[in-house]
């Protein structure tokens, strides 16, 4: 079945690093990816999301690359701050009207 | 800004009580779904609705765990009888109609089962 790897956590950068987190995906078909957010006592947010292969999805300095050659969807961004400590997931959604899958989720902690 | 709503937020309850969850999705959206998030296993999918319609509960316990949607603006998680086990996050998202799109969640209701 469909799955999606990330990278264990947790990560703990300073602020203005340079953040990868990295995902992969098994899955038939052309899934369209995505990245949610959980803040401290929250529910996931949508950080950014790709359709297709090629696509970048880009929001709040975060942005991640549609990889097909690679099934891979890894999160970067240039400059973290304290306040982008959070826990991220991965997730894909197949084609039709599927459930979203997740990955395992990957804590940042960023400190000043 | 329209957002998905979530009661209890938070529930503590002993062993062999009932306990009701409710969630109103956004309106207008037609698909339901039911997360369980622990420590140990993460995010999981308990169900899903599509237009008030159970369409998988494969990651539900049957013997006590049933989820509803007696109307659109209404979904309901219950667990008769709770067990310690049971304690985890537990969050309702919704979705638009359509394909590709994203799913919205709620805030989540915290459940601890003594």
């Known amino acids: 079945g469909d799955s999606v790897t990330q990278m264990e956590g947790p990560v703990t950068l300073s602020e203005e690093a340079f953040l990868t987190i990295n995902c992969t995906y098994t899955?038939?078909?052309?899934?369209?990816l995505f990245w949610y957010v959980q803040y401290p006592g929250e529910g996931l947010q949508l950080l950014l999301k790709?359709?297709?292969?090629?696509d970048k999805g880009s929001n709040k300095g975060f942005e991640a690359t549609y990889r097909k050659e690679t099934t891979s969807f890894h999160l970067e961004k240039g400059s973290v701050q304290v306040s982008d400590s959070a826990v991220y997931f991965c997730?894909?959604?197949?084609?039709?009207?599927?459930?979203?899958?997740f990955g395992k989720g990957t804590r940042l902690s960023v400190i000043a | 800004d329209a957002r998905v709503t979530q009661t209890p937020r938070h529930k503590v309850t002993e062993m062999g009580q009932e306990v009701t969850m409710r969630c109103q999705p956004i309106?207008?959206?037609?698909?339901v779904f039911w997360y369980r998030q622990t420590m140990m296993q993460g995010l999981e999918l308990l169900a899903y609705?599509?237009?008030?319609?159970?369409?998988?509960d494969s990651g539900m316990p049957k013997d006590r765990f049933s989820a509803e949607m007696p109307d659109a603006t209404l979904a309901t998680l219950k667990i008769q009888p709770s067990e310690p086990r049971d304690s985890a996050v537990y969050f309702c998202?919704?979705?638009?109609?359509?394909?590709?799109?994203?799913?919205?969640f709620g805030p989540g209701t915290r459940l601890t089962v003594t």
């Open positions: 998202a919704s979705g638009p109609p359509g394909t590709n799109y994203e799913q919205y």
């Open positions: 899955a038939t078909g052309y899934p369209s």
């Open positions: 997730a894909l959604r197949n084609s039709g009207n599927t459930p979203l899958v």
């Open positions: 309106l207008g959206h037609n698909t």
């Open positions: 790709a359709t297709k292969a090629d």
């Open positions: 609705f599509r237009n008030r319609a159970p369409l998988d």
